[in-house]
C-alpha cells in the first residue's frame, strides 16, 4: 500500500476544550427549552461550531501509487480535502520561514489590526521553470522530513534541506 496519511498533534488542553465547548452546546440545545429562550440558540450553535473547529487537526495524504496528494482537515475520523496531482518534479525544497497573518480591519472604519508571526515549515515542489509548488506547511520539523523521506523513497527527487 503507497497511501500515507500525516495529521498534526492535537494538544490534551485542545482536546479538553473542544470537547467541552461540542457537548455543552450539544446539551444546551438538547435540554434547554428553545421557546423561552430563542436567542441563546445562536450561542449554543457558536459552542458547537468552535469545539468543532477546535476538534479539526490538519494534515496531508499521500496516494504514491496514483501520484496524487491533498491537504486533509479531520474530524472524528472524517477526512475533507481535494485530490492534486503531483507536476513533474525536478527537486523537493524543505526550509523555515515566517508567516504573518492580518486579523481585523475588514469595514471602512475599522482602524483596529493586529499582525500575528510564527514560524512554519513548508515543503516545496520546484518544477522545470523552477516554480515552486507549496505542497504542504506544518510547524512539527520531524513530520516534514517523514513526508520528504517517503518522497524521496518513492521518487528519488532530490532534497534541499534548509532547516
Known amino acids: 500500500m503507497e497511501k500515507y496519511i500525516y495529521l ?3 494538544t490534551k488542553t485542545r482536546l479538553i476544550i473542544g470537547y467541552i465547548l461540542l457537548f455543552s452546546g450539544l446539551l444546551l440545545i438538547i435540554f434547554i427549552n428553545i421557546k423561552i ?17 477546535t476538534l479539526t ?15 486533509i482537515s479531520s474530524i472524528f475520523g472524517i477526512k475533507l480535502g481535494s485530490w492534486k496531482k503531483f507536476p513533474e518534479i ?6 523555515r520561514t515566517n508567516t504573518t497573518k492580518t486579523l481585523g480591519g475588514i469595514g471602512l472604519q475599522s482602524t483596529a489590526t493586529a499582525r500575528i508571526t510564527e514560524k512554519v515549515i513548508l515543503i516545496n515542489l520546484f518544477t522545470d521553470n523552477q516554480k515552486p509548488t507549496t505542497l504542504y506547511t506544518t510547524k512539527n520539523k520531524d513530520l516534514a522530513v517523514q513526508i520528504c523521506s517517503k518522497l524521496k523513497e518513492k521518487y528519488g527527487f532530490e532534497i534541499v534541506n534548509k532547516l
Not at 37 to 53: H, R, S, T, V
Not at 90 to 95: D, E, G, L, Q
Open 37 to 53: 429562550y430563542p436567542i441563546y440558540l445562536l450561542f449554543w450553535i457558536a459552542f458547537i461550531i468552535g469545539g468543532i473547529i
Open 90 to 95: 525536478n527537486y523537493i525544497s524543505i526550509f
Open 57 to 71: 487537526n490538519e494534515g496531508i495524504e499521500l496516494d504514491l501509487k496514483h501520484n496524487l496528494y491533498r491537504n
Open 8 to 10: 498534526e498533534k492535537i
